[in-house]
């Protein structure tokens, strides 16, 4: 018995020295040792840890700015072939210097031959910017809508695969040839031909992935408790979906400015007396010698690749950031 008691004595006296006794309190048992987890939180880290994804945005960024800020550094006017008797015509093919930042229009380019190609540049941004990023909501708007609903209503089905397959055995350009011969060129016009079946590529892809997702077992218990078609779609299904989503908007800004660099070529784009936008200087920089004035290529250029190549990567870093399988 003696034995054990001095054993217990130690053990008594080894717990009292190991652990110390502090109370409960409500209070401390509710505090959490993380942050809560937020979704925009966490994307937006996601987003902050890439340089080059920063390097892009910074971009971006600076070509907007540039677009507005761009023809106010050299003040030259835009004037088409009616009305240049106000106009202080340059020199044909002037290289870049101080006076003339990306160097004149050439001799080809008309109505813009002898004008200030840094001026030419920038306002063409303006446009093709603005006409981009409407395209670009709009096919998002309708992709998303139609979209949804072709993927939970399976009677939709037969009627969207036949006009899909129709309008995709088909060249687009056909199409934009056709739709504008019977409208007069301007800004929603060509707004409208590239927003009337632009939409079609998302609502496949949405419909596809909605079709993966939408017999999974909470869907299922969701039908099950009454919710309505609207609340299975905008609360189950897109919320999924949110990745894909950011992807195309970031990607069909820079879609919508090269298309309407295709329908400049084949003169389906804006009057050149009227407006300007890049894919009018690119594609008459690339009728002229642009191969002896390389400026004339190279001036639009400088502006377009970047923009474009910059809108593509961060689509694909968006696509990353916003999954939540890469978050913690």
Do not use: C, E, R
């Given at each position: 018995m003696e034995k054990v008691k001095k054993i217990d004595d130690v053990v008594e006296f080894n717990t009292k020295d190991l652990f110390t006794l502090v109370g409960n309190s409500d209070e401390e048992a509710e505090k959490l040792d993380s942050t809560p987890y937020s979704y925009w939180g966490e994307t937006f880290k996601q987003l902050w840890k890439n340089p080059l994804t920063i390097i892009c945005i910074v971009v971006i960024v600076l070509l907007v700015i540039m677009a507005f800020v761009g023809p106010l550094i050299q003040s030259y006017k835009i004037i088409g072939a009616d009305n240049k008797t106000n106009f202080d015509q340059f020199e044909n093919?002037?290289?870049?210097?101080?006076?003339?930042?990306?160097?004149?229009?050439?001799?080809?380019?008309?109505?813009?031959?002898?004008?200030?190609?840094?001026?030419?540049?920038?306002?063409?941004?303006?446009?093709?910017?603005?006409?981009?990023?409407?395209?670009a909501l709009i096919d998002t708007f309708f992709g998303i809508l139609i979209g949804s609903m072709w993927g939970y209503f399976k009677w939709l089905d037969p009627i969207l695969i036949e006009l899909r397959n129709f309008i995709d055995n088909i060249p687009s350009i056909l199409l934009y040839i056709l739709l504008m011969q019977f409208l007069t060129p301007s800004f929603w016009t060509i707004v409208l031909v590239l927003c009337s079946f632009g939409w079609l590529g998302l609502a496949g892809f949405i419909r596809n992935q909605i079709i993966i997702i939408r017999n999974r077992e909470y869907n299922i218990a969701s039908q099950?408790?009454?919710?309505?078609?609207?609340?299975?779609?905008?609360?189950?299904?897109?919320p999924y979906l949110i990745s894909v989503i950011v992807t195309v908007v970031s990607t069909a800004i820079p879609g919508a400015i090269s298309a309407e660099v295709g329908l400049a070529y084949f003169n389906l784009?804006?009057?050149?007396?009227?407006?300007?936008?890049?894919?009018?200087?690119?594609?008459?920089?690339?009728?002229?010698?642009?191969?002896?004035?390389?400026?004339?290529?190279?001036?639009?250029?400088?502006?377009?690749?970047?923009?474009?190549?910059c809108f593509f990567y961060l689509g694909l870093a968006l696509a990353d950031a916003t999954d939540p399988k890469n978050h913690r």
């Open positions: 093919y002037l290289t870049p210097s101080w006076n003339h930042l990306f160097g004149t229009a050439g001799a080809g380019m008309k109505p813009y031959d002898g004008q200030d190609l840094w001026t030419l540049v920038w306002k063409g941004t303006q446009l093709s910017l603005l006409l981009g990023t409407v395209v099950t408790l009454g919710s309505s078609s609207k609340a299975m779609i905008t609360h189950n299904l897109l784009s804006f009057k050149a007396d009227d407006q300007v936008t890049l894919g009018q200087v690119l594609t008459l920089a690339a009728k002229d010698k642009w191969n002896v004035y390389p400026h004339l290529l190279l001036a639009p250029m400088i502006v377009m690749a970047p923009l474009t190549i």
